[in-house]
């Protein structure tokens, strides 16, 4: 545009618009820079609202651990608020909402758990509730209870898809004297880039088995590629076969305290005499009482020395009508003191303790005691020993008697042995790779391991290993055998908690983390952010 204008001297000049145009330039220029920076700043407000949220969703998640660590390690919590199924409980562990409703998007969190191992479904269900970590093999602790570690050797050849080769590299990660093995030794960790050394010790982690040769992430945690325990539809193959991987069934979190139902340290069956005889005879009876007294003054007496005394008693009184003496039959059996070749069966109830006389005798089982007999020699040379048999012969006693001696007794002289298996709540390959137990035992065990949703955790009878004899019929040989590796109760969980918003709105977080409930002063064992892996569960 030009306009014309007249200067001092009369002259007409022409003007251009360029100052009008430079102020529409800059104008635009403005408009552009305000919009970037609107755009940027709406940019930084949805991402710090994304982190926001995304700490909100962590903090729910949180919240969902704190909330489990506090029902299962209270006892009140654990068996009024859980009906004690900590393990498959959708109205405890689904959808619990935190803090108050503003208004906004309220939070929630959800306890998840992998599908049980025992079940063939593979389907994308899932179980709301936790892990316990006492139903696995703990790595560090079978060290501890054979530090040659053949048992740890034994127990992981029994694993699904595990080698001599990779079971043997386990175990020489796990020993101290890293004793040479025919996995790896440490020749084969320096060669590697970056290189490194088989620990030699007791494992921080299951993850840390990624470092064992041999030991790769589909061994480890099968096809469950987001550690979620379930079958997702861009995990499976077309096979439908759901592997979880060794994961599912080892650990190096479980710990165990000795403790009764009570949460009371239980008498030592091994220590004072008297002591044990009071708590078993008002736990269990009066004469299961006498009886642990017997034994562990006198000692078991050997079985077939007994039996053969029956059967020479027998032929004695077919060829001899002096076999019998004073109204007793006579055993012919070789016993220390008294009369050693005349033994009569004693009676319990009429049976007095003499708690002067040394106890020197150890009791290494309760299942010891089952078809035990201890004989007492007569106080004199003329007068016939006389033989107790255990109550726990009876099966009908063995039912009520064996539960309650476990109860207010123990074997075990510290406060905190190495975390042994609960055979209630392993899973079936972690039962099959317990020491002793044959294929017919295993099913055995497996078809009456009681069902938490069911309510069968609670029944009196599997609160102690004793179902093991009286219902599962394993023999008591076994089981004193097996009593080392096997506990019924459980102290570390391992729980997934997701945290997210109210219809799906805004980030999810998912944590996973090991509690131990510590007597009622529950601790976090272990604890890392699952969220890149995904929700874990489809919603």
Do not use: C
């Amino acid at each position: 545009m030009i306009r014309r204008t007249t200067g001092r001297n009369g002259i007409e000049r022409r003007r251009k618009g360029v100052v009008l145009l430079a102020v529409l330039i800059v104008l635009v220029l403005l408009s552009l820079a305000a919009y970037q920076y609107s755009d940027l700043m709406t940019a930084e407000f949805k991402a710090s609202d994304n982190y926001h949220k995304t700490a909100q969703a962590r903090s729910f998640a949180d919240s969902g651990i704190s909330y489990a660590a506090a029902l299962l390690s209270n006892a009140d919590n654990f068996a009024n608020n859980l009906n004690n199924n900590p393990f498959d409980n959708e109205e405890a562990f689904k959808e619990i909402a935190v803090g108050s409703d503003d208004g906004g998007p309220r939070g929630y969190f959800t306890l998840i758990a992998p599908v049980d191992p025992n079940s063939s479904d593979s389907s994308t269900n899932v179980r709301y509730g936790v892990v316990d970590e006492t139903g696995k093999i703990n790595i560090n602790a079978m060290m501890k209870l054979d530090p040659t570690g053949q048992q740890l050797l034994n127990m992981l050849m029994k694993l699904p898809n595990m080698t001599d080769d990779i079971a043997n590299s386990i175990v020489y990660w796990a020993d101290t004297a890293k004793k040479q093995r025919s996995g790896a030794a440490d020749d084969y960790y320096s060669g590697l880039t970056p290189s490194y050394r088989a620990r030699g010790g007791p494992l921080d982690s299951v993850d840390e088995l990624l470092l064992v040769r041999g030991v790769t992430p589909q061994l480890l945690y099968g096809n469950d590629l987001n550690r979620n325990g379930i079958l997702d539809p861009e995990e499976d193959d077309g096979s439908g076969t759901f592997d979880r991987g060794w994961a599912a069934f080892l650990t190096v979190h479980s710990r165990e305290q000795v403790l009764d139902p009570q949460g009371k340290a239980p008498a030592n069956i091994n220590g004072d005499l008297q002591t044990v005889y009071t708590a078993i005879q008002g736990a269990a009876s009066d004469d299961m009482a006498k009886f642990v007294a017997l034994y562990r003054q006198y000692g078991a007496t050997n079985t077939q020395a007994v039996t053969l005394a029956f059967a020479r008693a027998r032929a004695s009184q077919q060829s001899s009508s002096s076999s019998q003496t004073g109204g007793f039959v006579v055993l012919g059996t070789q016993l220390s003191g008294g009369n050693s070749s005349q033994t009569v069966p004693g009676n319990l109830s009429s049976f007095t303790p003499d708690f002067t006389k040394d106890a020197k005798n150890q009791i290494n089982s309760m299942f010891d005691l089952i078809s035990a007999k201890v004989t007492v020699p007569g106080k004199t040379q003329n007068d016939p020993s006389t033989v107790y048999t255990s109550p726990l012969a009876d099966m009908s006693q063995a039912r009520d008697l064996l539960p309650k001696l476990f109860n207010a007794a123990t074997v075990l002289a510290e406060s905190e042995i190495p975390a042994r298996v609960n055979v209630n709540t392993a899973a079936r390959e972690v039962i099959a790779a317990l020491p002793e137990l044959t294929e017919a035992d295993v099913q055995s065990v497996m078809a009456l391991q009681p069902k938490p949703a069911n309510g069968d955790l609670a029944n009196p009878t599997f609160q102690t290993p004793a179902w093991l004899y009286t219902d599962a019929n394993v023999k008591a040989a076994t089981l004193s055998k097996l009593e080392k590796y096997i506990t019924t109760r459980s102290q570390v969980y391992r729980v997934q908690a997701l945290g997210y918003f109210d219809n799906g709105q805004g980030p999810a977080a998912r944590v996973e983390a090991v509690i131990d409930t510590n007597g009622g002063q529950p601790r976090i064992l272990a604890y890392r952010d699952l969220s890149d892996l995904g929700k874990g569960t489809p919603r």
